[in-house]
């Protein structure tokens, strides 16, 4: 057995790991590639965007009130019934919004990680005492306990906001976790470490961990919209941000209440809304299929 | 004799099965009642079909598996009870080898880092340098160059990464290296690679070899002595050359007449002295002999009394009372 | 001995299959003919990725969609590549049965036994559901399944996998085939369980005159039942004769080395075993020239350009053609044994 036979045969080229083979998936997939384009752009523009109108976000404009979009004074997409530019306000919106959805998917992705790892690798009677914990949390109306939590803290919040949001969206991460670690751990890579030596925590941290990421990537980004989602609808019931703070929801809350008269102040927020949900639906999927790692 | 490396004495690994709220549950009598003596540097083959226990066995060896009775004695010292910190250390000298090359890598790790991790786990004092160099030098003595380090397994053949999995089990140069079913996922035309490589190493760093398989022409071509269970228990114990050219155990004829030979002149005539039956269910395994129910020559006190290995020459053990009255290969009554 | 003049049951000539692949296209077959007649087993060799498995498939049209298949097979006069589905199903199951090799995952979980053999009867012969149990029961019979009345209601979760096995032939004999594809029906299966199986095949073979495609990797399985032996590499046939003349006189080098590579239970030796240098072939970068080229010890500038044809006397039907610019010439010698 040469050498020169051995390394003929190795593969050519530069190494190719996991994530530049899932790279080169996603890239292919012209639909999650488009989302995510989009995704930037309207970040980009929340942000920046601003910047550009004259307006301020809780700027009154007493000569334009319910103006439709394209009217006077740099109103490009008009002004609610307060003479608010909406194009600012908007985007202060989406600002908002993605902060929120991107917040509160970290926090429940660190919680959910890390106690879903924990419990699936456990086993036995700690897994099971930590998932029952998870069913009863799953079981309690979480509206009452955001609605609990903006009472006993001062009313819009944000922080507390991302901690509500955040601390009922690591559940269902927790069971998918915990799901992908209990196959893992019956692999023989595991039983590779446990015969080196690797002790529990160096286990989770450098074998499970890392091969759970792929699943967890994909979750999460198809967490972020329901986050918005669901701020959008706190905020719609008026327990999310308060005036003049503006989040996506409470626009649409008040576009909603003007949509006879001025159906522009609902449709611009909503516009946003299904838009980003949109690309982030399409980039989970594509993700998914960039990441399911396939026996070749 | 020198100390034993390895000792078992009346091994058992049962697994309860069934655990619901009942008291009542049934054992899977995985390994049941092993005594055996390893060697240091000698070859030892474990062999038998599936549900033989065999690769529990290994497990339990390595402490990877709760025993349920019995003893593991390690140069000397019984092991089979302490803790997993307590055991960490010794873990440095009893290596295995797993039968999916493939399944064995974690996919996210490089080469490098998957052969390293022994290292980083016991030999801490070790600069990244010197344990770079170390790896490098395993692989090298594998057979697969430097420059595999860098690279994810999936990248590489059932062949190349079953020689990274042996690098990583050798790289702490161990006692005892366990090989469960190292080629029985490989091609055929690449097992003789990996069975060279085994030998080589045997003899460059003189290793004990606990060599676990059904197949029993890589058993004979690899190692010293054989070991044959079934459903959990010895059958015959010999040295390689005793075992395959004098069978005693009517098992352990059974199975070698089942291995099929590469010859059309001898093989078709093999095939009709195959061995009947089936294998009982590991729950309900049949009282006394376990093997009775297949067995030709099985009488009604087999029923009673499980036979214990009893020596019928040097170095060969049988477990079966009837030996006697059993002709073995190329023996005429 | 089968007579070489049976007439021949399954036709294969110049069968290739090409996946598409989002990488590009994958050339899994190439160039495969083969003639298997009645009362004859043709055992087909190799190892994985040597195409043997996708050859049949495709014979039995059960290839995956983004599969592209060239060349004909036929069964005794109809053609069956590229047969829409209906018309394929009238010879499915009935004149041309396949078995696989893990009977866990090819038999129904929900059906008992007796409903899985059955229905194939009542399907293709139309037999009423009576007629059709009492055809299962005879069957499993002859299949030799243990306790067979029973066996017809157990699930096959309920069976040992040679149990299985033997219901899955049963499946396929249900309909009295001209022609059984067996897909490593053993290579699961524990050494002894393997050893009856194959009697069992060797038997049924014999009784009904069937012609019989064996695929293995295992020469020693081949070595048991074949009449003949095919054994390819990298997709294509590298070599064909009777079973006495491949494995006792093998001529391509890749035969050769692979017989001697073989560790042997009547094989006494300690030395370490010449293996065969290399890796398998990449089906998406084979080689120029021959596949085996690389890891050939006799390859020289003519191997390394040039794709040797098969070359011998009628190949499909006839018995000795081998596709090597330099056959091993002479017997393959002989091991210690004990």
Redo the contacts between chains.
């Keep these: ?3 020169q ?7 050519a080229g530069a ?4 994530w530049a083979d899932a790279w080169r998936r996603l890239r ?1 997939n012209k639909a999650a590639m488009v989302a995510a384009s989009l995704i930037v752009v309207i970040a980009l523009l929340a942000f920046i965007g601003p910047t550009f109108s004259p307006h301020a976000f809780d700027a009154i404009d007493w000569d334009h009130m319910a103006v439709p979009p394209g009217g006077p004074n740099d109103h490009w997409l008009g002004t609610d019934r307060l003479g608010r530019d909406l194009f600012v306000r908007t985007l202060v919106g989406v600002q908002i919004s993605l902060q929120i959805g991107l917040l509160a998917t970290l926090v429940s992705l660190c919680i959910g990680v890390a106690f879903g790892a924990t419990a699936g690798y456990l086993g036995g009677k700690i897994d099971n005492l930590m998932m029952r914990f998870v069913d009863i949390l799953y079981s309690l109306p979480y509206i009452f306990i955001v609605i609990i939590l903006s009472t006993l803290f001062e009313r819009g919040n944000i922080y507390v906001l991302f901690l509500a949001i955040g601390a009922v969206g690591w559940l269902t991460m927790a069971r998918i976790v915990r799901g992908q670690t209990l196959s893992l751990k019956r ?3 595991i ?9 529990t925590p ?1 286990i989770l941290a ?2 499970i961990v ?2 759970v ?1 792929g699943p967890v990537i994909i979750y999460a980004t198809l967490t972020i919209p329901q986050m918005i989602l669901f701020e959008s609808f706190l905020s719609f019931l008026g327990l999310g941000v308060q005036e003049p703070q503006a989040s996506l929801g409470s626009l649409i809350n008040e576009g909603a209440q003007e949509m006879e008269s001025a159906v522009w102040m609902l449709l611009v927020p909503a516009g946003f809304l299904v838009t980003l949900l949109m690309c982030f639906n399409f980039l989970g999927d594509g993700l998914r299929d960039a990441l399911d ?1 396939r026996d ?1 | 004799m020198s100390e034993p490396l390895l000792q078992l004495r009346d091994l058992r690994v049962w697994f309860p099965i069934g655990d619901g709220l009942f008291r009542a549950k049934r054992q899977l009598r995985a390994v049941d009642g092993i005594d055996l003596q390893v060697a240091p540097g000698e070859a030892l083959g474990i062999v038998g079909e599936s549900g033989c226990g065999k690769s529990t066995l290994a497990r339990a060896i390595l402490r990877l598996v709760r025993t349920s009775g019995g003893q593991v004695l390690w140069l000397g010292r019984p092991i089979e009870g302490w803790s997993t910190a307590r055991v960490r250390p010794l873990r440095r000298d009893m290596q295995i080898v797993f039968q999916d090359p493939l399944a064995s890598l974690d996919p996210r790790m490089t080469v490098g880092e998957i052969v390293a991790e022994p290292l980083r786990v016991h030999a801490r004092e070790l600069s990244r340098a010197e344990r770079r160099e170390r790896v490098i030098d395993m692989l090298a003595r594998v057979g697969l160059p430097a420059d595999v380090v860098n690279r994810y397994p999936h990248e590489f053949s059932g062949g190349q990464c079953q020689r990274i999995g042996i690098a990583r089990a050798m790289v702490l140069r161990p006692k005892l290296l366990v090989c469960d079913e190292p080629v029985s996922a490989l091609d055929v035309s690449i097992q003789a690679q990996i069975v060279n490589l085994l030998q080589d190493l045997k003899r460059d760093f003189g290793m004990t070899i606990l060599f676990v398989s059904h197949n029993l022409a890589v058993v004979r071509r690899l190692c010293d002595r054989v070991l044959v269970l079934y459903l959990g228990k010895p059958m015959e114990l010999a040295s390689t050359d005793l075992l395959y050219a004098q069978p005693r155990h009517p098992y352990t004829q059974g199975l070698l007449a089942a291995v099929p030979v590469p010859d059309p002149d001898l093989q078709p005539q093999r095939l009709g002295g195959a061995l009947g039956g089936e294998l009982p269910s590991p729950l309900a395994p049949p009282s006394g002999c376990v093997f009775r129910t297949r067995c030709a020559h099985a009488v009604a006190a087999c029923a009673e009394l499980a036979p214990k290995l009893q020596s019928v020459g040097a170095g060969h053990e049988v477990a079966c009372d009837r030996w006697q009255a059993i002709q073995t290969f190329g023996e005429r009554r | 001995m089968n007579a070489s003049d049976a007439p021949i049951a399954l036709d294969i000539d110049q069968l290739s299959v090409v996946f598409d692949t989002p990488d590009g296209p994958l050339s899994a077959v190439n160039d495969f003919s083969l003639a298997i007649r009645r009362g004859e087993c043709v055992g087909v060799v190799g190892e994985s990725g040597a195409g043997k498995s996708q050859s049949f498939l495709a014979v039995m049209g059960l290839l995956a969609a983004n599969a592209r298949v060239s060349g004909q097979a036929r069964l005794g006069t109809e053609p069956l590549i590229d047969r829409p589905v209906a018309e394929l199903n009238r010879f499915r199951g009935v004149k041309l049965s396949m078995i696989f090799q893990d009977p866990m995952t090819s038999l129904t979980p929900h059906m008992t036994v007796g409903e899985q053999i059955a229905e194939s009867v009542i399907h293709h012969l139309g037999s009423s559901a009576e007629a059709a149990r009492a055809r299962a029961l005879a069957l499993l019979e002859q299949v030799q399944v243990t306790d067979a009345p029973r066996r017809l209601d157990q699930y096959p979760h309920e069976l040992s996998g040679g149990m299985r096995q033997r219901v899955m032939i049963a499946i396929a004999l249900a309909c009295d085939p001209e022609v059984l594809i067996a897909d490593e029906p053993t290579t699961a299966l524990d050494v002894t369980i393997q050893a009856q199986i194959l009697a069992l095949l060797a038997t049924l073979k014999r009784e009904r005159g069937m012609a019989m495609a064996l695929i293995t990797h295992d020469l020693g399985v081949v070595a048991g039942i074949a009449d003949r032996v095919a054994v390819m590499y990298a997709g294509r046939v590298v070599e064909l004769g009777t079973v006495h003349e491949v494995l006792k006189a093998p001529k391509h080098p890749y035969t050769a080395a692979l017989l001697a590579s073989m560790p042997r239970i009547d094989d006494a030796g300690t030395g370490p075993l010449p293996a065969i240098g290399g890796q398998p072939p990449n089906p998406r970068r084979l080689p120029p020239g021959c596949a085996f080229g690389p890891r050939c010890a006799h390859a020289d500038a003519l191997c390394r350009s040039e794709g040797p044809p098969l070359m011998g006397s009628a190949p499909r039907a006839g018995t000795r053609s081998v596709a090597c610019h330099h056959p091993v010439q002479g017997a393959h010698e002989s091991r210690e044994t004990s």
């Design positions: 057995m040469t050498d036979a051995m390394a003929a045969a190795l593969p190494a190719r790991g996991f292919r692999k023989e890579f039983e590779a470490a446990l015969a080196s030596g690797v002790g160096g450098r074998h890392p091969n990421v790692p070749r």
